[in-house]
């Protein structure tokens, strides 16, 4: 036994969804059956949790998991791709742990690495892009750089050969490769100072919320369609300038956003409001 959802949606196109929840998930439009990579596009969404103060504070995987997303969205077969350079990794990890020869799955990571860190350098330059369109919301002088897992080589290609070469010892003594976007960090840094470092607890909640709403920009100019947003306890540790200045942020952008929260956020939330009391939804 499973879930079953619909959905219709209205903007840029008008479709309708349905989505079966249960051994495996289905997904439906006009009653064909869509893949995901498929589904992604029609109705490209972002959600916000209470933990993705990690995007500022946690490691550096987190941080990739936010840029893969968004890449999912702007590239349709990155997750494929993304796939298929993980298992050459792991095929990797295991050579080098048996002392195989690791010519063949090199040549097999090159050419993906290379193609993910094109991906993935092209979304952190529109996430920066849109930072600057969340005016108010972060102070001036927040930087944003994606730190690869390589020596930083202009040609991608050759900066994973290269890079793969001299960490050959390494990799021999760890049984782990050193090189390629697995290794990658999204950086972020205030006056040539880490921000998780430098800012407040507050501030920190603020540059995690507007990494989302930049990954939404950026879908916005890449996709041409505005994306959903689901923020779920999104104005916790928010002062009420804090407040404020994200929904003037929210209304700017004219997407559609759902958001939950324990307590009253502000006094005046400008669209509907729902509660949820007893198990009762009750509107207003």
């Excluded at 997303?69 to 792991?90: D, I, K, N, S």
């Excluded at 921000?195 to 407040?200: D, E, K, P, T």
């Excluded at 804090?242 to 400008?270: H, K, M, N, S, Y």
Aim: charged share 25%; aromatic share 6%; with cysteine.
């Amino acid at each position: 036994r499973g879930t079953f959802l619909s959905a219709s949606f209205d903007g840029e196109d008008s479709l309708e969804v349905k989505v079966g929840i249960g051994a495996r998930i289905v997904a439906k439009k006009g009653g064909s059956s869509l893949r995901s990579s498929q589904l992604r596009p029609l109705v490209p969404s972002l959600i916000f949790l209470p933990n993705d103060l990690s995007l500022v504070e946690g490691s550096p995987a987190t941080r990739r998991r936010l840029i893969d997303r968004l890449c999912a969205l702007l590239f349709p077969v990155y997750a494929l791709r993304l796939h298929e350079y993980g298992r050459a990794l792991r095929q990797r990890n295991a050579s080098v742990r048996m002392g195989r020869n690791l010519a063949a799955t090199a040549r097999v990571m090159a050419p993906l690495a290379a193609w993910i860190w094109a991906c993935r350098l092209t979304a952190v330059d529109l996430i920066r892009n849109g930072l600057e369109e969340g005016e108010g919301l972060l102070p001036p002088g927040v930087i944003l750089e994606l730190k690869r897992g390589g020596r930083g080589l202009e040609d991608l290609h050759l900066d994973f050969w290269e890079s793969l070469e001299a960490g050959q010892k390494q990799e021999r003594a760890t049984g782990v490769c050193p090189v390629g976007p697995h290794r990658d960090d999204l950086v972020i840094r205030f006056q040539e100072r880490d921000v998780a470092r430098c800012f407040s607890r507050g501030y920190r909640r603020r540059v995690a919320i507007a990494l989302l709403l930049s990954s939404g920009w950026a879908v916005e100019r890449k996709m041409r369609r505005k994306p959903i947003l689901l923020l779920d306890e999104v104005m916790a540790e928010l002062d009420h300038e804090g407040r404020e200045q994200l929904i003037a942020v929210l209304l700017r952008t004219g997407w559609q956003v759902f958001a939950t929260t324990a307590e009253a956020c502000t006094p005046d939330w400008p669209g509907r409001v729902w509660s949820v009391e007893g198990g009762r939804v009750d509107e207003g």
